[in-house]
């Protein structure tokens, strides 16, 4: 017979298999990262990925007249999960288990969810708009990343880590980047399926070549400040946001180098095998600079004891 504890484990991993189906389904970028991710750690990001998709299903898929209290419904399932640490919807099941044990809570959650309700209201963002539009459904998300990488190294029984602030701005730059860039690419079908404009002071219909450069020197100067933050997280973490840095570093290039107006017809995209390339670089680079690290070390502490009475 079937104990409630072997029941629970079952429906806990079942819920961790949901996320992970849903972030299969829907991105091969933030996918390959995930991959050099420790069992884990790679199970809490899928539960943050999956809950981000199901909100951004209701706003951008579903868009029913019901929208928005489908999302309050999501998010009052969210918040009482977060207090008992069990749901009906695996998703938010999986989700809550990841925040429970990680420290993210309502200082993440409740502004991704008032930017999800803002798409559902806004058509148009001016720029006070878009940093907390930007905040709440990008920056927020990624310190609950940062949040789960940091877990790797708990001890079991110690509370939450406490993020370091330089840790939690480079988690908030580089959601800022994704964001943006996706911003970028996604402008034809946010502005002609969606009736979205996101980037403010840019018309979609009419989008220049300055308001490229524009937006793209934006997202580089926020990926700047993600990549001095990368020396901060644990290896396994440094080399899966490395990897998904250096994916969208690519696509920031391709976006550059794409003519303004396919730009405002189709999303751009990088192909698999180019990014196989990309994601194999980028971990070798990450793993050659912390071998020279190793090295650093072992010769100043030969000097140390050269010098030693």
Same mark, same amino acid.
């Given at each position: 017979m079937r104990t409630a504890t072997t029941g629970q484990v079952l429906y806990d991993a079942t819920a961790m298999r949901a996320?992970?189906?849903?972030?299969? /389904?829907?991105s091969t970028s933030f996918g390959l990262g995930t991959r050099l991710l420790g069992a884990r750690t790679r199970a809490d990001i899928q539960a943050v990925y999956a809950l981000v998709r199901l909100a951004d299903e209701v706003v951008d898929t579903y868009r029913g007249p019901d929208a928005g209290a489908e999302l309050d419904e999501l998010e009052e399932q969210v918040a009482r999960a977060l207090r008992t640490g069990y749901s009906t919807?695996?998703?938010?099941?999986?989700? /809550?288990?990841t925040a429970?044990?990680?420290? *993210?809570?309502?200082?993440? *959650?409740?502004?991704?969810?008032?930017?999800?309700?803002?798409?559902l209201t806004v058509t148009t963002h001016d720029r006070e708009s878009y940093e907390r539009y930007v905040y709440g459904s990008?920056?927020?998300?990624?310190v609950m990343c940062l949040r789960a990488f940091l877990d790797a190294e708990r001890r079991p029984g110690d509370p939450p880590v406490d993020p370091d602030?330089?840790?939690?701005?480079?988690?908030?730059?580089?959601?800022?980047?994704?964001?943006? *860039?996706?911003?970028?690419?996604?402008?034809a079908a946010d502005s002609g399926e969606l009736g979205r404009a996101y980037l403010p002071g840019v018309d979609p219909e009419h989008l220049t070549r300055a308001d490229v450069r524009s937006v793209l020197e934006e997202i580089a100067g926020d990926l700047d400040r993600a990549r001095a933050a990368l020396p901060l997280l644990p290896t396994r973490a440094r080399c899966a946001v490395a990897a998904t840095t250096a994916l969208y570093d690519r696509l920031l290039?391709?976006? /550059?180098?794409?003519?303004?107006?396919?730009?405002?017809?189709?999303?751009?995209?990088?192909?698999?095998?180019?990014?196989?390339?990309?994601?194999?670089?980028?971990?070798?680079?990450?793993?050659?600079?912390e071998a020279g690290d190793r090295v650093r070390d072992v010769q100043a502490r030969r000097r140390v004891r050269a010098v030693a009475p």
């Open positions: 996320s992970a189906l849903v972030l299969r /389904a829907y919807n695996v998703v938010v099941h999986a989700f /809550a288990r429970r044990r990680t420290g *993210i809570g309502h200082a993440e *959650i409740d502004p991704f969810f008032a930017s999800m309700r803002a798409d990008a920056e927020v998300v990624g602030p330089r840790a939690v701005a480079g988690a908030r730059a580089l959601g800022a980047a994704f964001q943006k *860039i996706n911003f970028l690419r996604d402008l290039a391709d976006l /550059a180098a794409t003519p303004v107006e396919t730009l405002r017809s189709r999303r751009v995209r990088v192909p698999g095998p180019r990014k196989a390339v990309v994601v194999a670089r980028a971990v070798a680079g990450v793993l050659a600079d």
